[in-house]
Structures are given as C-alpha cells and as structure tokens.
C-alpha cells in the first residue's frame, strides 16, 4: 500500500465525499468487496477515513441500518446495537432517551436537557421530542462517544448522534420500499433523486408511512384489541443549487405527523422481591380504566439553508434552521383499574388512580452556524461560530381517572434559552507519521424560565409565578494525537473537556417549588487503536477510556411523592473499553462485531433520595431524612456494564441475481432504573436478534426479502414507574415480516 501524509490523505478524501454525495445514497451502498476497511465519516465536520479520527466513532450503514429498521423501527433500534449506547423512552415511539458511555438523564419533562446530543443533517435538536424524528432515506448514522463539545456544542458532554440523509443527485435515480409484518405493521418508504436543471438544480424528496395495527387486549373493555397502534408520516424534500463550481446552497424541508398511543405502563408486572414478570404475565394483555382516553400526537416541521463557498485554499459554511414541535401524550399512570380503597381494582395492589398529560403547545427553535474551514496540506482548520435560540411551553395536566378522566390538576412552564459560541480546531501534520490537534470553545448560555400551577389536584392554592434565570459560560477544548505505527495500524489519544448548561425542571402539579441543576463539567481521557488487516480484508478498531463528571447533572424521578426533581452529583466516573471490527473473511461472507464495557457510579456522601412508593425492596442504607435512602457508590441509571453485538450477512450467487442471508445480534447486560437500587427496578439482560434473507435481482434493481426482529420473542423490562405500585414497560414482541425494493 503507498504511503499518504496526513495532508495528502485529507485532501483526497475530500474529494471522495464530494463525490459520494453526488454519487446518491444507492452508490454509496455498492461498495466492492475488497473495500471493507473505507469507512469516511464526518465526525469532525470534514471528511475522513474513520481510521484517521483521534476519537471513538461508530458508523451504521447499508445492510445493517436497513435490517434494524425493518418492522417500522424508531430511533430505539440502535440500543445495544453499538458499543456503549443504550436508547430508552417512556413516551414510546417519540422523546427518546439516549445514554452513551452510561451517561444520559432519566428525566421526562418535555423540555428535559440531555448529555447526549441529537444532530440530523448537521442541524442539532435540541428538545427532547425532536429527536424522535423518524430516520427514512438515510445514508449513514454515526455514534461520537465521549465529549464533543469543541464542534459540536455544550450539551455533549457523553458524545453525538449525528444522522445524514441522502443528498441530491445530478443522475436521475431513487428507490420504493414496502413491507408488511406482524400486528398489521406496514412501512412504505421512497425516494427519488436527479436534476432538475442539468448541472445547476438537482432535487431530493423522500417519504415515509408507518402503521401498526392495535394489538394489546385491555380486558376490561369488550373490544377485541384496544391500543400499541400508531400512525406516522414522514416528508423530506432537498433543492441543491450549484449555480458555480464555487458555490452551492442546500435547501432542506421536512416534516412528520405521529397519532398513536402513549408507552403503555403495565401495573405490577413485577415480582415482589425480584426483577422476575410476574406469573401469567402476557405481553398483550392490559388491564386499564384510563385506557379509552390515552393518546399521543407529534407533529413537527423544519427547515435549513446550507451555503457553501469554496475560496480554493478555505472554505466558507454557513447552516441556518429553524425547527417547531407540538406534542400532546396523555396515558393511565397507576397501569391498572380502580383502587385499593374501592371495591374492586388491579391488576395487584392500586395505592390510587393516576392518569396524566403533557403537551408542548409552541415550541420554536433557530440556530445559526457560520464556520471557516482549510487544509494547506500540512495545517488542516476550522474556525467558527454558532447561535441558539428557543422558545417553548409546556402544560402538565392531572386527572380523576376514578371521574371520567375530569381535569384536576395544571400547571405551565414558559422557557426561553439563548446561547452563542465560538469555536476554533486545528490538526498539524508534525511528520508523515504524527498528526497532532486540538480545539476551544467559548460558550455562553442563559435561560429565562417561568411557572405556576393553576389547579392542584390535591386541593393546594395555585401558585405565584415562579421565575428563574440562571446563566453560565464555560470553555470546552480537546488536545489530541493520532500516530501512524504502520501504514494500515492508527494510534490515538485524546483528552476532552465537556459542559451541560445549568437545567431546570417545574413540575408543579404535584410541587411548590423549581429545581435548578447548576452546570456540569465532564473530563475524558481515551486512548485507541484503528487498522486493516489488508489480507484478512478487516478493519478493526479498539479505544479504552475514564471520565470524571463534577457536579453531574441527574434526575429524581418519582418516589412516593411522584416529582421530578434536578440534583447535582458532586461527582461520577466512569471507565471502560470499547471494541469494533468488520471483516469479509472469503468472499461474500461480511461480519461485524462490537464490544463495551462501562463501569460507572455516582461519587457524593451527601447524595441521598426518596425510593419508591409503591412497595418495592429498597437496596440502599437509610438516608439522613427519614424516607430516603443514600445513593454514594451506585452506578448510574440504565448503564449496562457490558454490550455486545454481532452482525453476519452472506449472499451466493444464482444466475445473474443472488440470494442473501442476514443476522444481527444484541445483548446488553444489567440495568437499574432509578438512582436508588432495589430488587423490582432493574432488569438482568436483554437479548434481541434479526433475521433477513431473500434475493437481488441483477444490478440491485430489486430484491424480495422475509424478515423477523426480536426473533426469540425476548422478554425484557426497558423501565418502570416506582411512584404508586410495581409497574413497568417493556420491549417490543417478535414480529415477521415481508419486504420488496425496487431501485432505478
């Protein structure tokens, strides 16, 4: 293999993504065989090799993106199915919950702040709903584990998922995909691409349905099945406008509307004394008197502008957006009907009725970037500046499920957050084989919040208008370098300071008073490796790493009390490793595999909380107010210690066409669900696996596939609401399915 400098490398590769981007999303996907170890990425806003990144980066691509998303998958599907990230939701198919390197927040308020950040097509989404977007005609996700907050902004302190989708195409091409599975389940999904004026306008629209048929029996209710369903859709469309071979201008609409049903929460599912299902527990089975009135509703739109000028020797970006939401989930809390002090109620004990609501009725969010970028063949750069403002409400409602569902409780939250920065990186090429870098960022945020509660379902007055206004400023910078031991073998180091703005929650339905979370700083030390073995046609990469959180930010949820309450740890840390490889080792046969450990837990004396309410076997000592518990020395909530997963796809030639088998495995292993550790709240380990296998006509023009998710029908506890009784939610059950795809 011919030696490249570092600088020769970035300009080649370069070069290759602007053609990638040109060359459509189908192109992308027809890669040789021999090609196992390209990987490009775009983790540090340019193109490059993922070998030549100075950090943990997973890619999902090609197959195995198209498998995890059959079935009408939501963002979830990639939980376990990259090392060191686990997504979780109590909402259900929107506001997801993302946890990387066993850093997230439990928190389910609908302007919840989170560590990990969602970026799709380089806009980054800041509210918790958003990120509930559905992915359709997508080229690539990539996973950025550990702070990113030199590029990408102050809440990434655990890392990024960045999600780009197919560009415009100057060839005429696109693609239809329709399958049907299990619980009337449909997914139709298309694209098509090509110029509009030869050479100067190409245009991109992309569309999405998904459909599930209701398929959870509430046996209270004569209907045969009452809710699980959902209706989604999903529009894209791009204008690419390259009136010069310096300029070009990227234009970005999109849109979705969700009608479908809250997670469904299942009361006393849970053995007391144990993490076990109760006996006789049924996954399709409910028994709830609130259920007739619960539903969800997403709707959100956006739009972003990206400019691009080539100087020569720099080159000049400029990305504008604008995103709205409006949500509205309404669903029986307790899981069950009735009350203890009724007659009649269940399944198991029912202290009292709960069912509630919240909804983001306005919601708007503006962000504005504007960077310089160059590579003069030894100094590569990216100098910067980025804009945020949001403007959100929220309402919180309460009702006598006992009544009809009559309101008795409401409260609203007005906050508006404003934050800017600047920001510089630089990598040098010191010799052919040593590159160093490094990056600062400035940023400075303030939030500007309100709330009162107007009904108390308890009886209370209403509340004055509570107000606060915290702000904050903070660097973030990384140092790192990259080493070049062989031509094929990369090693790294890495050294990174992350930042969270300062967080507040108001839920005062059930309260009197704001929690304020103050800022929290996370360091990371990593240090990798990154090769291909030429002759065993793989790529492989491996990273060990520790981190130190001050003044982690972290989420009480529930308890007797039912709140929602921001606490700052004095500190957590967290250490670990993480592994990934895809190899072809005979021609035909693909396979990867990845592997992480993570150790964490919460450092702080004084730490303490209110544990369940609903009669769980509580692990933890007393605490040093009478009805909480110490949690110095716990992990962190839903951070498994070990993932691990395994993909093997092999095809075989018949005729002109070839048939293919594929298999995806995922495996994390024991999660708590709370800050506090009990019997009940925690689930041992989950075990998913797919299967796909069909045929591709000549040249891809279509293919013909059977599928199955979750194939060994894997029961596992995802969460629980600990305020009331035993309840819990739980993983989706296997599904079949068919699929067709025709490409032109």
Not at 619 to 630: E, K
């Amino acid at each position: 293999m011919m030696k490249m400098t570092a600088g020769s490398r970035r300009a080649a590769l370069a070069a290759g993504a602007a053609m990638a981007v040109l060359a459509g999303a189908s192109q992308a996907q027809a890669q040789d065989t021999t090609q196992v170890g390209e990987v490009i990425v775009t983790a540090q806003k340019r193109a490059q090799n993922i070998n030549d990144v100075p950090a943990a980066v997973t890619a999902v691509s090609g197959e195995k993106l198209d498998a995890i998303r059959s079935s009408g998958g939501d963002i979830r599907v990639f939980s376990a199915r990259v090392p060191s990230l686990t997504l979780e939701s109590s909402f259900g198919r929107t506001f997801p919950r993302p946890y990387i390197r066993g850093l997230g927040n439990t928190d389910f308020d609908l302007n919840a702040s989170q560590p990990v950040s969602f970026v799709y097509d380089e806009v980054v989404l800041e509210n918790p709903v958003l990120k509930g977007f559905p992915l359709f005609d997508i080229d690539q996700v990539e996973v950025l584990k550990g702070p990113q907050g030199t590029l990408f902004g102050r809440n990434t302190p655990a890392g990024v998922l960045k999600f780009d989708s197919a560009k415009p195409t100057q060839t005429l091409e696109g693609y239809g995909r329709a399958s049907y599975a299990t619980f009337d389940t449909i997914n139709l999904e298309g694209a098509v691409s090509g110029p509009i004026v030869p050479g100067v306008l190409a245009g991109r629209l992309s569309a999405l349905y998904q459909h599930r048929g209701d398929w959870v029996d509430n046996t209270l209710t004569p209907k045969d099945k009452d809710t699980e369903g959902y209706d989604q859709i999903a529009v894209r469309g791009q204008l690419l406008w390259t009136p010069t071979e310096q300029l070009s201008a990227l234009l970005n609409l999109h849109y979705q509307h969700l009608d479908g049903t809250p997670r469904l929460f299942r009361a006393n599912i849970i053995q007391k004394g144990t993490n076990n299902f109760v006996p006789g527990f049924e996954r399709d089975e409910v028994s709830q008197d609130a259920q007739s009135r619960a539903y969800q509703k997403i709707e959100s739109s956006g739009a972003n502008l990206k400019l691009t000028y080539d100087l020569g020797d720099a080159e000049i970006t400029s990305i504008t957006a604008y995103e709205r939401v409006d949500a509205y989930s309404r669903g029986d809390i307790d899981g069950g009907f009735g009350a203890a002090f009724l007659p009649e109620s269940g399944p198991g004990v029912i202290p009292f009725p709960a069912e509630s609501a919240d909804g983001i009725p306005f919601h708007r969010q503006f962000t504005q970037e504007i960077r310089v970028s160059g590579d003069t063949g030894q100094l590569g750069y990216t100098v910067g500046a980025f804009y945020f403002n949001e403007s959100v409400k929220i309402d919180s409602f309460d009702y006598n499920t006992l009544a009809g569902g009559a309101l008795q409780g409401y409260a609203y939250q007005n906050q508006k957050s404003e934050s800017w920065a600047l920001f510089a990186n630089l990598d040098y090429d010191v010799s052919e084989r040593l590159n160093v870098g490094g990056g600062v960022r400035y940023s400075d945020d303030k939030k500007d919040f309100l709330a009162q509660r107007a009904l108390s379902p308890f009886g209370a007055p209403p509340t004055p208008i509570l107000r606060t206004s915290p702000d904050s400023s903070e660097v973030s910078f990384n140092v790192n370098a990259t080493y070049a031991a062989t031509d094929d073998l990369n090693l790294y180091a890495r050294v990174a300071r992350g930042y969270r703005a300062p967080s507040i929650q108001g839920r005062l339905v059930f309260g009197d008073t704001l929690s304020i979370a103050e800022k929290e700083t996370v360091m990371s030390y990593e240090a990798g490796v990154k090769g291909v073995l030429t002759e065993l046609r793989a790529r492989f990469d491996a990273a060990v790493f520790y981190y130190r959180a001050n003044d982690l930010q972290i989420t009480a949820v529930g308890g007797g009390a039912n709140f929602n309450r921001l606490l700052n740890a004095d500190k957590a840390t967290g250490y670990g490793f993480e592994f990934n490889a895809e190899l072809e080792p005979i021609d035909r046969l693909e396979l990867t595999a990845g592997l992480s450990y993570n150790n964490t837990e919460l450092q702080d004396e004084d730490l303490f909380t209110q544990p369940c309410g609903g009669g769980c076997t509580v692990l933890d000592p007393a605490g040093p107010i009478a009805g909480t518990v110490r949690i110095d020395g716990n992990s962190l909530p839903n951070a498994p210690k070990w993932i691990a997963n395994v993909t093997a796809g092999y095809s075989w030639p018949v005729g002109a066409g070839e048939f293919f088998v594929f298999t995806d495995w995922a495996y994390r292993s024991k999660v708590n669900f709370f800050l506090y550790e009990s019997a009940e709240f925690s689930d041992d380990r989950l075990l998913e696996g797919g299967l796909r296998l069909g045929y591709r006509a000549p040249d891809q023009r279509w293919e013909a596939a059977l599928f199955g998710r979750n194939i060994t029908n894997d029961r596992s506890l995802e969460g629980g609401i600990d305020f009331n009784n035993l309840t819990g939610f739980v993983n989706d059950p296997r599904t079949w399915g068919v699929e067709v795809k025709a490409s032109f």
